[in-house]
T-cell receptor
Framework: AQSVTQLGSHVSVSEGALVLLRCNYS??????LFWYVQYPNQGLQLLLK??????LVKGINGFEAEFKKSETSFHLTKPSAHMSDAAEYFC???????????????FGKGTHLIIQP | EPEVTQTPSHQVTQMGQEVILRCVPI?????FYWYRQILGQKVEFLVS????????KSEIFDDQFSVERPDGSNFTLKIRSTKLEDSAMYFC???????????FGNGTRLTVT
């Protein structure tokens, strides 16, 4: 069975500061990993994904994440936070060969990112 | 950019009533999904649907749930006899192929009273 743990239900950073959202996973097979963002009253939007290949993955809006197999982690970072980054962020894992979630994504509980002016 | 559209955005129903949540996936997508998020909890997979049949379903997706693609554009989730614990945000998603990330709708908030 697969699972995802997001450390910290709320993370607060100052505008311009580094953003670090933590995600650890467990999976019995090589995982496919995703970060989704949810802005207020909107659906989930894909930020980035890791399937195979390069372990440092770049996504939209300046976010990136690094897959570290030895640490079973897929932390999300952004060098400089912007007010518009305030949202809920979800890490997700899929064990399916699809790499896209056809077999069902397992989500973490989410981390609410707060940006202080 | 094409979007997954869900209606209504908020539905209130009484316990025991049937509800149908509607979704219009992106037009060239072939894979369809329902997820739900109970308030304060994680987003949970319910079901995936391809080629007019269910591909995968979770333990949550019991006999009170059903999905249908009644025409070429809509994808519906029916809950036959709603319970209080069915209150949640329900997300529809679609993808163009088996190996593609999902595109989510904005969700329908279902409140069962």
């Amino acid at each position: 069975a697969q699972s995802v743990t997001q450390l910290g239900s709320h993370v607060s950073v100052s505008e311009g500061a580094l953003v670090l959202l933590r995600c650890n996973y467990s999976s019995s097979v090589p995982p496919y990993l995703f970060w989704y963002v949810q802005y207020p009253n909107q659906g989930l939007q894909l930020l980035l994904k890791y399937t195979t290949g390069a372990t440092l993955v770049k996504g939209i809006n300046g976010f990136e994440a690094e897959f570290k197999k030895s640490e079973t982690s897929f932390h999300l970072t952004k060098p400089s936070a912007h007010m518009s980054d305030a949202a809920e962020y979800f890490c997700a894992v899929s064990e399916g060969a699809s790499g896209g979630g056809a077999d069902g994504l397992t989500f973490g509980k989410g981390t609410h990112l707060i940006i202080q002016p | 950019e094409p979007e997954v559209t869900q209606t209504p955005s908020h539905q209130v129903t009484q316990m025991g009533q049937e509800v149908i949540l509607r979704c219009v996936p992106i037009s060239n997508h072939l894979y369809f999904y329902w997820y739900r998020q109970i308030l304060g909890q994680k987003v949970e997979f319910l079901v995936s649907f391809y080629n007019n049949e269910i591909s995968e379903k979770s333990e949550i997706f019991d006999d009170q749930f059903s999905v249908e693609r009644p025409d070429g554009s809509n994808f519906t989730l029916k809950i036959r006899s709603t319970k209080l614990e069915d209150s949640a945000m329900y997300f529809c998603a679609s993808g163009p192929s088996y190996n593609s990330p999902l595109h989510f709708g904005n969700g329908t908030r279902l409140t069962v009273t």
